[in-house]
C-alpha cells in the first residue's frame, strides 16, 4: 500500500491543539505530514503566539502529493481566505478526484462551507460558527467528529483527538486508529 501523505496548513492565528494534536497522531500512525504555511513565510504564529516554523510554503508543494489536505481553525480561520491556491485546491480535493480528501476543525468547516463544499453534507464545527454551515447548507450535526464522504469536519480544540483518529481510519482504516486509539490510552 502506497504511504499516505498529509498537508496540515497552518495561517496566522491557527488554533494549537487543532493542528499539532493531529500531527502528533498522523505520524504515529505512519502518516506522512508535512506542516505547510499558507503565506510565503515558513514561520507562523498561532493563537496564543507560539511560533511555528512549517516545513514547507504553499507556493513550492505540489499539491497531487497529498491524499488530504488538513486545515485546523481558530481565530485565524480568515486568514485561509487570503489564499486563493489553498482554497482552488481544497474545491479540487472536495469533488474526490483520485480519491482526495478534505479535513477541518473548529471555525474551519465554514471554510468548507462558503466554498459550497457542504451543501447537502452532514458537518459539524465550533458552535458559535453553526450559522456559517447552515448558510452553506449543510446538515448540522453535534458529533465529535463527522465523515461524510471525502469530507471529515469536527467541533474544537476539546475534540483534536476525536478528529484525528477519524482521519487516520478514513486514510489506514479503523483498526490502526483503534490501535493509536490505545498506544495513547483513549
Known amino acids: 500500500m502506497k504511504e499516505k501523505k498529509v498537508a496540515v496548513f497552518l495561517t496566522n492565528g491557527f488554533e494549537e491543539i487543532e493542528a499539532i494534536t493531529p500531527i502528533d497522531l498522523l505520524q504515529r500512525a505512519g502518516i ?23 516545513d514547507k510554503v504553499i507556493g513550492k508543494i505540489d499539491f497531487l ?26 474545491l479540487k480535493f472536495s469533488k474526490n478526484i483520485e480519491n482526495k480528501k478534505v479535513a477541518a476543525i473548529c471555525a474551519a468547516p465554514t471554510v468548507l462551507a462558503s466554498l459550497g463544499i457542504l451543501k447537502g453534507k452532514n458537518a459539524v464545527c465550533f458552535p458559535a460558527c453553526e450559522d456559517d454551515l447552515l448558510k452553506g447548507k449543510a446538515i448540522l450535526k453535534k458529533d465529535r467528529a463527522v465523515v461524510d464522504g471525502n469530507i471529515i469536519t469536527s467541533r474544537s480544540a476539546g ?12 486514510l489506514l482504516g479503523k483498526e490502526v486508529a483503534g490501535k493509536i486509539a490505545k498506544e495513547i490510552v483513549l
Request: proline share 3%; hydrophobic share 40%; charged share 20%.
Open 32 to 54: 506522512n505530514v508535512d506542516t505547510v504555511s499558507i503565506t510565503s513565510d515558513n514561520l507562523v504564529e498561532s493563537a496564543r503566539k507560539v511560533k511555528i516554523m512549517t
Open 159 to 170: 475534540t483534536a483527538m476525536d478528529f484525528s483518529l477519524a482521519i487516520i481510519s478514513e
Open 65 to 90: 502529493e497529498y491524499d488530504m489536505l488538513v486545515m485546523p481553525g481558530g481565530p485565524g480561520t480568515e486568514n485561509y481566505f487570503k489564499s486563493q491556491l489553498l482554497l482552488d485546491n481544497v
